[in-house]
């Protein structure tokens, strides 16, 4: 099943040929992108690092969590609604993009690593809230957020170039990966 056509009908609607044409409303909602994807990160890394035992040793990890999850909350529903209206411009180059695609598979690792995280070892925490070494699980948990904002940071940063648009001569295996139709364009 392809999304394509549906991306090229959302294409052709007003808002979303206003919003990637504009000259100043598309930059505003990429720097609120950048921004608070700033802020995200930047609080998930200080908990996943709590989490591993490099920083913030003597703090509570509910403690830790308690004062950052809000501003987590609130900076991935403005980066997620900001995400939206940037794929909303150009969706059909944001769907046929392996950087856009291999971005999609990351979050939703990442969402599913932070749910098996809250749902699971975090209901225990008043058992290892104080310790230096969170529970392996914990520590895992918090491993794999790094490792999979880091590479969502990295794709998302690379879906801006086009090397690998579906309108220049492409690899079979970035046709495949990409879902490039052999008529696409721009």
Known sequence: MSLLPFCKWLADTQGSIALHESLFMYPLVESVHVLTLCLFVGMSIMLDLRLL?????RVRVSEVAGRLV????AGFVVMFISGMLLFYAIPVRSYQSVWFRG????????GLNAWTFHSGIYTRVAEWDLSVIAPRA?????LFSLILWAGIVVFGRMIAYNWFDC???????VVWLAG???????
Do not use: E, F, Y
Not at 70 to 73: F, G, L, Y
Not at 167 to 173: G, L, M
């Open 103 to 110: 971005k999609v598979i990351m979050l939703i690792l990442a």
């Open 167 to 173: 309108d220049k001569p492409q690899s079979s295996v």
């Open 70 to 73: 809000p501003w987590m909350t």
């Open 138 to 142: 914990a520590r895992r948990a918090g």
């Open 53 to 57: 035992g490099v920083t913030l040793r």
């Open 180 to 186: 490039c139709t052999g008529h696409d364009t721009h």
